[in-house]
């Protein structure tokens, strides 16, 4: 099958593509990441990328990139309408050093696809997700987080920031109008889903983004974390800008001297 669909995006951000990672150092099939005897060992290899001072900042960042696949699902089903196979079963997971931090993405072994109906799209999507978020997604962050010594909700409580973050770029950037409705739609169907499908009370894409002044743009807005991503957990690390568990006063510290740099760059 001629695919004719553009990865640029989605592999830019989230490093998924059908031709993967240009120089991964490691790679396994994307079905080894529910195995509690390989989890440890990777999680220490991505540490080590990082700086990390335990598995924790990896366990962050491989969970994420669940909600990672979540994202691209949609920017598909909205763009192309099709549903991407992107279960564990054809997918490669790779790890690619870059300087001071790591890629973790998927290589999608065969793009395959089913074709989104027109007709009674949302009950199609909808039975999507609730087959595939149980079967595939909250098992791999259950294990992953356990693998850690870590609770999921460390994991669980990033994915309202992380996808409504993609939703305001892709709503901003995006120049397609028969795209963006469709795009609406099909994220509002992820936070109608049942908590339970989680395995948590709450259903973690249900979650209301709150903004700070961006110290790089004047005048712009910088969406807050929905929870920590740990990035702090590494040698001489410190908590992002957007993290949501710096004070008032930590926040504002921080962007004077981020104005500050920018001032004696210039």
Known sequence: MEHKMDFTLVNTYFHISPEGAE???????ALSLLDRGILPDLLEQGGKMVQAIGPVLPASFLGTSFCNLIAT????????????????ENMSFQIEPHDDHAHLGYRINELR???????????FLLAHWNEYIPRVVTPAVEIIARSAGAKPDMIWQQ???????????????????AMIPRYVGDFR????????????RRN????????????????????????CCMYDCREGGEKCYVCPKLTPAERETMREQIVTSMAKAQ
């Open 189 to 200: 169907i992820l936070k109608e889903l049942a908590a339970d499908l989680f395995g948590r």
């Open 204 to 227: 973690p894409f249900i979650h209301t983004p709150r903004y700070v002044d961006n110290p790089y743009e004047p005048g712009a807005k910088y969406m807050l974390r929905s929870s």
């Open 113 to 123: 696809w089913t074709d989104v109906p027109e007709e009674n799209r949302e009950a």
């Open 159 to 177: 994915f309202g920031g992380q996808i409504a973050m993609i939703r305001d770029y892709i709503l901003e950037h995006e120049t397609s109008e």
């Open 23 to 29: 120089h991964p150092v490691f790679e396994v099939p």
């Open 73 to 88: 699902t949609i920017i598909f089903t909205a763009q192309y309408n099709r549903l991407l196979d992107l279960t564990l």
